[in-house]
């Protein structure tokens, strides 16, 4: 019905109108109707993303193909004639030449429908949540510009381009963390996620940088005679690209990629703005802090897999530092009382455990990460949105120590997000099972060779039993146990209208198959993507399936034993875990996790306050040294007039003096000079 | 050298009466004198351009002389006018009563008051009044002005 061009085309057009018409029209005719445009958008947008992973997956691919690609080039957007260097391996002097160029492979079409169809729902569900804010257009405004930006994101061809959407669900993300403005809390929030990933941007930029100088071209595709940085010539010759980019720079790249993929993704040492990041409505911490616009560092990471493959140190610093989040978040989740932010160090920590997977560096561990990121994407949002619906029926008071026992007034939101706890702490069958199955199965691989990933796959087993632990604290603090309210809600909590319930219903069942549905298929069909299909990543067998029945075992005994141990403790009068955080504050450990290991403060101390510094040195140049010499400028002439006010007498008989003893002057310094 | 003395003593009047014009014009305070002294500046010049025409025997110095003439008469009409409305404000011809050109900060500078009607009413000698007093127009007695 579609060609495949016009529906790529459609994807990201779609929300970018419904964007503009309520950005447009919202504020003065559509009010409470704003919803509409974006809401149908989206869906068009999801079913346009699902007829597009229909065609792509009938396509195979030819002999001389390397995976499945269609590119579509719009139009050029900057064309600088022999812009670049020549190195020994660029000959020519390359062209500086960006096209819009929209792509769809299998990785594109994975990531669409989920962002899509998961942007649907939080946009149904803002419809009950967002009910009756005075910014209600500007939140659709918002969520359609962020949705365009995302599929713009996951469907450009271009390194630029890359950024540019990077940039732009960056923005998306700071207009939707500090929506509620007037609060200071959502203004500081919105302003430190927003500092945080200038940091990691600017790895991304230099990472870039020395794409474009090794490479001489930013694109992904081949254009014409521009081999792309990740283009069919140079995929199906993986030798080519030792040859490109030799010793440190082929370490270089890919830390500097991984640099701008922390920020993005909020990895040590950049996490810090997530958690903050829950100041935004809790569909926005859905959609964009949980589900979606954090994982575009895994979906970049992913995509530049054969960059990161040529140099094993890289893989290994992914590696580390998706491990050391994941355990670090995993701690800290274990202490919080605010339920939205035990779901965001939660995301966090599976954000490390994608990471991690990706760098093994193994074709499996690759599909692995990007598994977890698709059914992860289903169970948090489910998640996020239920605590949303707590908020809701709490009069927006999301301490978990306020209220417990919700389950009997909200019983739609504590069996779905039971349906979401399980799912996160990988109890089968649900969808977190399968994914963290492979993950710890990829790692595990690598764990035979010995070295830093023996400890690795320990610390992401130990990370697996925080998860459940923390997780099934959260459920029991909230759902189980007496019935309290706080005292301002009354008696007045209630379920949440139905076009909350909905969506979460949706996501749950997503939640129960997604793991199960596509253990095997998703990786099966993200393999065939250029990136991934090049020998450099598949190796010589491609992708074989093993269900491992040792670590499944091993992670299904850990997440029983964390949800047992929660049960233990949180379930009856919990004396217990009272006399273990006696215990804990005495060894000063339960400050650690909760001050949240202080990143807040050192960053503070070691950052903000020198920079501060600065900027008040700045200001004291700026007011008395720049503006001193501006003054002055100002104050010469009014000197020298109020000397020469005092000769303007307005007697005549001066002035005529004047004019004579002036001429004179003349006529002697002319005398002088032409005679003397 | 009968021609060159011939000009030097022409030069030399011309300066004087330059010279004794522009101390005039620098030092008397009376508008008309001082018009006075401007035209003797006039003078000196033109009998300066007069005898260098003469001395190079050429029309050039007497046109200048010539244009002077008709401007200075041009100029006197115009200056004579407007010391005549200066006149009509204050009813004095002394310069020093114009200070308007000066800053708007700046005291006024006179070195010395020139003296006031009263100081020097003349008496007149007067007739015994015979016959019948004349009706004095009351607009007109208004009109009468002390200084003429």
Known sequence: MFETKSLMVLIPALPLAAAIIVGLLGRRWLKEYSHVPVVLALAGSCVFSLLLLKDISNREPDAKQVGVEVTHTLWTWAAIPAAGVTTPQIKATPNFQIDITLRADPLTCMMLPMVTFIATLVAIYAMGYMHGDPGYWRFYAYVGLFVFSMTMLVSVSNFALLYVFWEAVGVCSYLLIGFWFEKPEAAAAGKKAFLVNRVGDFGFAFGLFLIWVSFGTLNFHDAGDVQGVLGQTLLANPARYAEIITGSVALAIPLLLMVGACGKSAQFPLHVWLPDAMEGPTPVSAL????????????????????????????????????????????????????????????????????????????????????????????????????????????????????????????????????????????????????????????????????????????????????????????????????????????????????????????????????????????????????????????????????????????????????????????????????????????????????????????????????????????????????????????????????????????????????????????????????? | MLEVQLLYNYLVIGALLFGIGLVGLLSRRNMLIMFLAAEMMLQGVSLSLVAFGRFHNDWGGTTLVILILTVAACEAAILLALVQCLFHRTGNLDIAVWHDLRDANQPKFIDQEVPGDDAAKPEWPTLTPAGIEPEVDADEALEHRIHV
């Open chain 1, 288 to 676: 964009i802090h949980a589900a979606t616009m954090v994982t575009a560092g895994v979906y970049m990471v992913t995509r530049c897999s054969p960059l990161f493959m040529l140099d094993p140190r890289a893989q290994l610093v992914v590696a580390c530092i998706g491990g050391f989040t994941a355990l670090l978040a995993g701690l800290i989740a274990l202490t919080q009382t605010d339920l939205k932010r035990v779901l965001a160090y939660s995301t966090v920590s599976q954000l490390g455990y994608m990471f991690l997977a990706l760098g093994t560096g193994s074709l499996a561990g690759i599909v692995a990460g990007m598994f977890h990121l698709f059914t992860h994407a289903f169970f948090k949002a489910l998640l996020f949105l239920g605590a949303g619906s707590v908020m809701h029926g709490m009069h927006h008071i999301i301490d978990m120590r306020r209220f417990s026992g919700l389950r009997r007034v909200m019983p739609w939101t504590c069996l779905t997000f039971l349906i979401g706890s399980l799912a996160l702490a990988g109890i089968v069958p649900l969808a977190g099972f399968w994914s963290k199955d492979q993950v710890l199965a990829a790692v595990h691989d690598r764990a035979h060779d010995g070295g830093p990933f023996v400890y690795l796959y320990y610390s992401a087993v130990l990370t697996a039993f925080l998860t459940a632990f923390y997780t099934a604290r959260a459920f029991f603090m909230t759902f189980m146990g007496p019935l309290v309210v706080p005292h301002e809600v009354g008696d007045h909590a209630h379920e949440s209208p139905p076009a909350m319930v909905f969506p979460l219903v949706v996501l749950a069942i997503c939640s129960i198959f997604v793991g199960i549905t596509f253990d095997h298929s998703l990786g099966d069909f993200i393999v065939r993507t250029p990136s991934l299909a090049c020998t450099l990543v598949a190796g010589e067998h491609g992708l074989e399936h093993h269900f491992h029945w040792d670590i499944a075992a091993i992670s299904t005994v850990v997440a029983v034993l964390g949800i047992a141990i929660a049960a233990y403790f949180y379930l009856g009068d919990r004396r217990q875990i009272n006399a273990l955080t006696r215990i804990m504050q005495g060894v000063r450990l339960y400050g650690l996790s909760n001050r949240k290991f202080f990143f807040d403060e050192i960053y503070h101390v070691l950052f903000v306050l020198p920079l501060k510094g600065l900027a008040a040195l700045s200001y004291l140049i700026d007011r008395w040294l720049v503006d001193g010499l501006v003054n002055l400028c100002g104050w010469i002439p009014r000197a020298v007039g109020a000397v020469l006010r005092n000769i303007q007498t307005g007697v005549v008989q001066f002035y005529a003096l004047a004019m004579v003893l002036g001429l004179a002057l003349l006529i002697g310094t002319l005398l002088v000079w032409k005679v003397g």
